[in-house]
């Protein structure tokens, strides 16, 4: 079972940037066959998707309202997963996810039933 803890929330202004963190834990994890996610729920929605990478080789994907703001990086030392937010949003108010799953096809990689664990979340709220 693989154990994910996010970090790095907060209340930020218009603008701002904040960086997520997201600490993978557990021997099951694999470095070859998982992908590590960020999803996000704001208050009254549904979960959506906001990035996503391969951890064998780093390629990344983004949904769209994200792209050109967000960068989604791993160390593969700490076994860790960022996510830097600029110029934030007040839509982008959420409570933030972290979540892995294995053997992800490309075509499936914003899908959350694809992600098998999941941690507990952090809140980012973004104020105007």
């Known amino acids: 079972q693989v154990q994910l803890v996010e970090s790095g929330g907060g209340l930020v202004q218009v603008g701002d940037s904040l960086r997520l963190n997201c600490e993978v834990f557990g021997r099951t994890f694999n470095r070859y066959r998982n992908t590590v996610g960020w999803f996000r729920q704001a208050s009254g929605k549904e979960r959506e998707f906001v990035a996503a990478i391969r951890w064998n080789d780093g390629t990344t994907d983004y949904a769209d309202s994200v792209k050109g703001r967000f960068a989604i990086s791993r160390d593969n030392a700490k076994l860790t997963v960022d996510l830097q937010m600029n110029s934030l949003k007040p839509e982008d108010t959420a409570i933030y996810f972290c979540?892995?799953?294995?053997?992800?096809?490309?075509?499936?990689?914003?899908?959350?039933?694809?992600?098998?664990?999941w941690g507990q979340g952090t809140q980012v709220t973004v104020s105007s």
């Open positions: 979540a892995t799953g294995r053997n992800i096809i490309s075509t499936m990689i914003s899908a959350e039933p694809e992600y098998d664990s």
